[in-house]
Nanobody
Framework: QVHLVESGGRLVQAGGSLRLSCADP????????MGWFRQAPGKERECVSI????????HYADSVKGRFTISRDNAKNMVYLQMNSLKPEDTAVYYC????????????????WGQGTQVTVSS
C-alpha cells in the first residue's frame, strides 16, 4: 500500500527556489514510478514531471523544463522536486503520485496520491 505525504510548499517571490519532498513509508516504494502534478484554481490537474523506479528516466512538462528537477532516493523512500526560477504561473497545489509503470502523464493512471502542498509565487 502506498501512502504519500508532500511537504515544502510555501510562499516565495518570483525568481526564487523551493524543494518539494514526498515521503512514502511503504515497503514497495522503490518499485513505483513517481510523478509530480499541480493544480491551480479553476484549472485541470497537470503533470509537471515523472521519474521511473530507478531515477534514471525523467520527463518534464515544457512549461517547467530547465527550471525544475525531479529526483528520488529509494533508500529513504523519498521523491523530490527542485523548483528554480519560479514564476507566478507556477502557483498551484502540488501533488506527488505513484504509478506501477513509468510512461503515462495522465492523472487518472496514477493510483496513489498525497494530500498536496501549496506553492504560491508572488510577483
Amino acid at each position: 500500500q502506498v501512502h504519500l505525504v508532500e511537504s515544502g510548499g510555501r510562499l516565495v517571490q518570483a525568481g526564487g527556489s523551493l524543494r518539494l519532498s514526498c515521503a512514502d513509508p511503504g515497503r514497495a516504494f522503490s518499485t513505483y514510478a513517481m510523478g509530480w502534478f499541480r493544480q491551480a484554481p479553476g484549472k485541470e490537474r497537470e503533470c509537471v514531471s515523472i521519474i521511473n523506479w530507478s531515477g534514471g528516466i525523467t520527463h518534464y512538462a515544457d512549461s517547467v523544463k530547465g527550471r525544475f528537477t525531479i529526483s528520488r532516493d529509494n533508500a529513504k523512500n523519498m521523491v523530490y522536486l527542485q523548483m528554480n526560477s519560479l514564476k507566478p504561473e507556477d502557483t498551484a497545489v502540488y501533488y506527488c503520485a505513484a504509478v506501477a509503470a513509468y510512461g503515462s502523464t495522465r492523472p487518472s493512471d496514477f493510483g496513489a496520491w498525497g494530500q498536496g502542498t501549496q506553492v504560491t509565487v508572488s510577483s
